[in-house]
C-alpha cells in the first residue's frame, strides 16, 4: 500500500468509495490490529463491534446521519479513554512548500486543517456525549459492561511520511526541525506519519 503505486491504485479502483483516504479508511477498517498496542504505547481498540468510523456530530452519537470522524477508539482497561483519529493518505504534505522564512517551514494546509478537525471533532463530541466525567455504551438499551472516560479524549491525526524531508538519501535538518517543533507543540493531539505507522505495524507482527 505505502511502496507499490500500481497496487495502490487497484485498491482504489475495487473500493466502493473512490478516493486515497476512502481506500485508507478500508484498509484501517479491515485491519485494526495495527493500532491494537495504541497510539501512545497503550492498546487501543474499536468501542464496540462496530466500525472505527462514527457519527460524532448533528445526530445520535454512534449512529444515524451528521459529522464522521474517521476513526473513535479506547484505550483497553477497567475505564477505558475515548480517542478520536483523523487519517489522510501517506502523500499528504506535512510542510507548506516554500519556506516561511529561512530556515523556517510551517505547517501545510492539510496538516493544519487535520489537527483543528480533530480538536474541533473531539470537543463537540465531548459535549453531545456527557456532562460526566464517564459514559456507559450500551447496545440497544442493554450496558455492554464498558465505561468510557470523557475527561479530555486524546486525539491522532495519522498523515503523510517522512520521507518528504529527505532529498537523494540524506534529511533536511531544517524541514526536519520545522515539522517535529510543530507536532510537539500541540496540546492533546498526536501527529503519526504513515512510516512510522508502519514500523509499529511490525513491531506487533515481530512481538507475536
Known amino acids: 500500500m505505502l511502496t507499490d503505486q500500481d497496487y495502490f491504485q487497484q485498491e482504489e479502483s475495487r473500493a466502493t468509495t473512490r478516493g486515497a483516504e476512502a481506500v485508507w479508511q478500508a484498509f484501517f477498517e479491515a485491519n485494526q490490529w495495527i493500532f491494537g498496542y495504541g497510539l501512545n ?15 460524532t456530530i448533528g445526530a445520535n452519537i454512534f449512529g444515524g ?16 479513554s475515548m480517542l478520536f483519529c483523523e487519517i489522510k493518505t501517506p502523500d499528504t504534505e506535512l510542510l507548506a512548500k516554500t519556506p516561511y522564512r529561512t530556515g523556517v517551514y510551517q505547517a501545510s494546509k492539510e496538516l493544519g486543517g487535520g489537527v483543528a478537525q480533530v480538536q474541533k471533532t473531539a470537543s463537540k463530541a465531548q459535549q453531545l456525549i456527557s456532562r460526566e466525567f464517564l459514559t456507559r455504551i450500551y447496545d440497544d438499551g442493554t450496558p455492554t459492561g464498558v465505561e468510557m472516560s470523557t475527561t479530555r479524549p486524546r486525539q491522532v491525526v495519522v498523515i503523510g511520511s517522512l520521507r518528504e524531508f529527505t532529498h537523494n538519501g540524506a534529511v533536511n535538518p531544517e524541514k526536519i526541525n520545522s515539522f517535529e ?19 509499529r505495524a511490525c513491531f506487533i507482527v515481530e512481538d507475536r
Open 181 to 199: 517543533f510543530y507536532r510537539t507543540s500541540i496540546r492533546d493531539v498526536e501527529i503519526i506519519t504513515f512510516d512510522e505507522l508502519y514500523q
Open 41 to 55: 504505547r497503550i492498546a487501543c481498540e474499536s468501542i464496540d463491534e462496530g466500525k472505527l468510523e462514527r457519527i
Open 65 to 80: 446521519a451528521g459529522k464522521r470522524t474517521d476513526a473513535i477508539m479506547r484505550s483497553k482497561g477497567l475505564i477505558s
